[in-house]
């Protein structure tokens, strides 16, 4: 017999329609197990038009049910673009060509329904035309898949239902409860993916978001075990409706994520090698140490390193990352790679990568300089490429991060001259740049203990030309540099001054008035340091007209800004005579003491500062002024609600000190100042203070000192001696006040 002969044949391929006819022989093909009918459609390669086949569409079932195919299990359809096969769910048909796709699933509604196809017969490659296109959820078409369609396959075909409406009609059918929540179904819904792009290399499949969404709403409303499943099924699943030509198939990023995070068994071989993830470290870093293209090329896979630590969305946080990066022993080669000169691209790439690995202020920083990562960067900041110079400039400011060691490295290995050349020869285009090495060079200047001067002093004539830069970023920049330059002994201000000029004073007294605060606040402490001088330095800020502006940044509501504003005038009422009635005369003392009674404590103390100083530099007319102004009633509330801090209970001291002594030399101004200490209280305070746990809150000489004032003000029978040390200071005070004759 012909069957008897014939070797063993379990597939048939179908590729034109007029092969269908070969139910007439069927019965001599009883084996067949899986029929693939192609060509359901094909896309014309010049026009991407799709052409229907329709004789295939109308007469497939029709020969499925002739024919006599007892072992038949699955039947695929497939349409071709090219050389590739694809399913229905892959393109768009024409709306004239619609009603042959409705007409091929309602035949096989009927047949299922008559019971004249296997009911576990599986589709492969089949659609509703409308899950392409929008709709209002009443596809006839799809209500009868769900409704007649064995309940086994009935996920098999894409509907263009929401999956409630779908579930809703499987839910009242027999059996259709236990099938939502079976298995079967589950890997069903695996198996509704899509194309996301394909060569002849690869293809990468991926999952829409209302798949994603269905099988987790399964996952929390079922018991299927996940880690139970096989992983050579879910990717058989996943792959069941994709014929690409390719031997290589990837899942897309979305896809991989889905199953990672609902916990199904999947090997990372399996993810996109161009998804930017941490699955795909190894790729990355086998591309870099072998310097070989077997995934992508060293280049590409430090850009993709770059890429991951820069973008990191995964649950590690950026610490973590580094960390793992670095245990794969690859910083040695990217530091070799700073090195090699006949490919920048590839220099430029692992520079990239050391910006993210040095931006964490952590070991691996240090593990970087051990590797000598800082010699050829600040070499790198003389290439003629345009981009690496930069680059090289961001990785070395990261590595100084506040790390004083890391800083004189830096500079030791002569960072400081092509920087400056850099800023010189690009101060007006390539402005990211300039930001990047004015925030490098600020970065090489700060920090405690402070860097050598005679290397960081070179940058002032730079720094003088940068306040006066247009863009914000540079000119804060540019006045932090000269802020660390500035904090200093009285020669390092000199030098500054020197190099500056009044033109470039002036532009910083300038800067305070800015509309920045960013550029307000450096500009501030840099002419804050500036007054912290000798005389003459202070004298300078003055009289470029600073005390108006920093009078107008005292009443800002920026309390970072207020606080040095008052500290710069502090450092000015430390001053000459002269100096001090400038402050007097623009109006400072009336806003500093209503900070001083009601502003936070951290402005109460600052404020206290520029009391105390004039009380102590002042003429007796300035001190006296400072009275009638009110200054005694607010300093001793101080006592009252910081007493735990001795700088400033000693403040306090001294300036009630220095104001009795001058009201003391006037019979009216000693009975002045006795009628608003008991006014206020002052006489019953001085004595609480007197008798705290001096432990806690005073120290021996303010004890001493408080003796004196209590003496001084009232008399000697007040005067409380808490310790040894306390009344051998305090009688050393009476002394130098009340000498023995």
């Known amino acids: 017999m012909l069957h008897d002969a014939l070797p063993l044949v379990t597939t048939l391929h179908i590729e034109k329609s007029s092969q269908l006819r070969i139910g007439l022989v069927a019965k001599r093909l009883r084996d067949i197990r899986n029929i693939s009918i192609y060509n359901l459609f094909q896309i014309n390669s010049d026009t991407d038009d799709i052409i229907l086949d329709e004789d295939i569409a109308t007469q497939s079932v029709p020969f499925l049910i002739a024919s006599t195919f007892p072992q038949l299990e699955s039947v695929a359809f497939w349409g071709k673009c090219r050389d590739n096969l694809l399913p229905l769910n892959e393109v768009i048909i024409d709306d004239d060509q619609r009603g042959y796709i409705n007409n091929l699933l309602d035949s096989f509604s009927g047949a299922f329904s008559c019971r004249t196809l296997p009911q576990n017969l599986q589709i492969v490659g089949l659609s509703c035309p409308n899950t392409r296109v929008d709709t209002d959820g009443s596809c006839q078409t799809c209500k009868r898949i769900c409704s007649r369609f064995p309940l086994g396959i009935t996920g098999d075909v894409d509907l263009c239902l929401r999956f409630a409406t779908s579930n809703e009609i499987i839910n009242t059918r027999e059996g259709g409860k236990d099938y939502l929540h079976s298995e079967t179904r589950f890997m069903q819904l695996l198996g509704k993916s899509h194309v996301s792009s394909s060569n002849n290399d690869f ?177 790198l900041l003389g290439s003629s490429h345009s981009k690496i110079p930069s680059s090289a400039a961001w990785a070395l400011s990261n590595i100084t991060g506040g790390v004083p060691g890391f800083r004189d490295l830096v ?37 405690k203990p402070k860097p050598d001067f005679n290397l960081v002093r070179l940058s002032l004539p730079t720094l003088n030309e940068l306040i006066h830069h247009q863009d914000e970023e540079v000119v804060t920049d ?210 609480d203070l007197q008798h705290h746990d001096n432990g806690k809150y005073l120290s021996s000489s303010n004890s001493a000192l408080l003796n004196y004032l209590l003496m001084l003000i009232y008399d000697y029978s007040f005067l409380y001696f808490e310790t040894d040390i306390v009344r051998k200071r305090s009688t050393s005070i009476l002394e130098m006040h009340f000498p023995s004759e």
Request: with cysteine.
């Open 411 to 447: 500079l030791q290995a002569g960072a400081m001259q092509p920087l400056l050349k850099l800023l010189e020869d690009h101060r007006t285009d390539y402005l990211n740049s300039v930001r990047t090495y004015v925030w490098t060079l600020s970065n090489i200047c700060r920090g």
């Open 478 to 687: 540019a006045c932090w540099s000269l802020s660390f330059l500035t904090s200093g002994p009285d020669e390092h201000i000199q030098a500054a001054i020197d190099v500056l000029g009044k033109t470039g004073v002036c532009r910083l007294v300038e800067l305070l008035d800015h509309s920045s605060k960013d550029v307000q606040l450096s500009a501030l402490k840099t002419v804050g340091n500036i007054v912290s001088g000798e005389e003459g330095q202070t004298q300078i800020i003055i009289d470029n007209g600073a005390l108006p502006s920093l009078l107008t940044l005292v009443s800002r509501s920026n309390e970072t800004i207020g606080l040095d504003a008052i500290w710069a005038i502090s450092n000015i009422a430390a001053g000459t005579v002269e100096q001090i009635q400038a402050v007097i005369d623009i109006g400072v003392y009336p806003k500093v003491l209503s900070l001083l009674k009601e502003g936070c404590l951290a402005m109460r103390r600052e404020a206290a500062w520029v009391v105390t100083n004039a009380t102590q530099n002042g003429s007796s007319e300035q001190v006296k002024y400072l009275m009638k102004q009110g200054c005694i009633p607010p300093l001793l509330d101080l006592l009252t609600v910081m007493q735990d801090d001795t700088e400033l209970v000693r403040l306090v001291l001294e300036a009630l000190e220095n104001v009795s002594q001058v009201s003391t030399k006037d019979t009216d101004g000693e009975s002045h100042i006795k009628s608003i200490l008991d006014a206020n209280n002052g006489r019953s305070m001085l004595q």
């Open 203 to 379: 293809c990468i499949i991926g999952h829409d978001y209302e798949v994603r969404n269905e099988l987790k709403s399964m996952l929390e409303s079922s018991e299927i075990n996940v880690t139970n499943l096989n992983p050579q099924d879910v990717v058989k699943a996943i792959k069941k409706r994709h014929p690409n030509n390719s031997s290589i198939y990837y899942l897309s990023g979305d896809s991989f994520d889905l199953l990672k995070s609902i916990g199904i068994p999947i090997s990372n071989v399996l993810i996109d090698p161009d998804d930017v993830r941490v699955e795909n470290l190894d790729r990355m870093v086998s591309s870099v140490m072998e310097e070989t293209d077997s995934f992508f090329s060293p280049v590409i896979g430090l850009k993709k390193i770059d890429d991951l630590l820069a973008n990191n969305d995964d649950t590690k946080t950026d610490k973590q990352m580094v960390q793992l990066i670095v245990e794969t022993g690859i910083l040695p080669k990217i530091v070799e790679f700073l090195s090699r000169d006949n490919n920048n691209e590839l220099q430029l790439a692992a520079v990239s990568v050391l910006i993210n690995v040095a931006s964490e202020k952590s070991k691996h920083v240090e593990e970087l300089v051990n590797l000598g990562a800082i010699p050829p960067l600040v070499r």
